[in-house]
């Protein structure tokens, strides 16, 4: 079981940069892959970015070159460091786990923190 918890969302403005934290519970956390996802107001959940356990890291298109994520195993954290806002970066920001390699399809993770919110104000 791994119970997970974001924080870090707010509303800022656009350029400006942001940090969302997810911290996990579990012992496993260390072996599973960790990524974000996000869901705007009447779009469908989407793929930001994710890290296994090495550290490699895949990102979205739309995020590349803006956002970066990294995970703290000793302390059961992943971040997402969000740089350059924009307007279309304003979404509910989920963490989400899973025990194999990160994919881009939300179906297959098992576990879902509550989301943290973030709006770029243009």
């Known amino acids: 079981q791994v119970h997970l918890v974001e924080s870090g969302g707010e509303l800022v403005q656009a350029g400006d940069s942001l940090r969302l934290s997810c911290r996990a519970?579990?012992?496993?956390?260390?072996?599973?892959?960790?990524?974000?996802?996000?869901?705007?107001p009447g779009k469908e959940r989407e793929f930001v970015t994710?890290?296994?356990w090495s550290g490699a890291t895949y990102y979205a298109d739309s995020v590349k070159g803006r956002f970066t994520i990294s995970r703290d195993n000793?302390?059961?954290?992943?971040?997402?460091q969000m740089n350059s806002?924009?307007?279309?970066?304003?979404?509910?920001?989920?963490?989400?786990v899973r025990a194999g390699p990160v994919v881009y399809s939300k179906n297959s993770y098992n576990y879902w923190g509550q989301g943290t919110q973030v709006t770029v104000s243009s």
Request: aromatic share 18%.
């Open 25 to 40: 519970s579990g012992r496993a956390f260390p072996t599973y892959s960790i990524s974000w996802f996000r869901q705007a």
């Open 50 to 52: 994710g890290i296994i």
């Open 74 to 80: 000793a302390e059961y954290t992943v971040s997402l």
């Open 85 to 96: 806002l924009k307007s279309e970066d304003t979404a509910v920001y989920y963490c989400a």
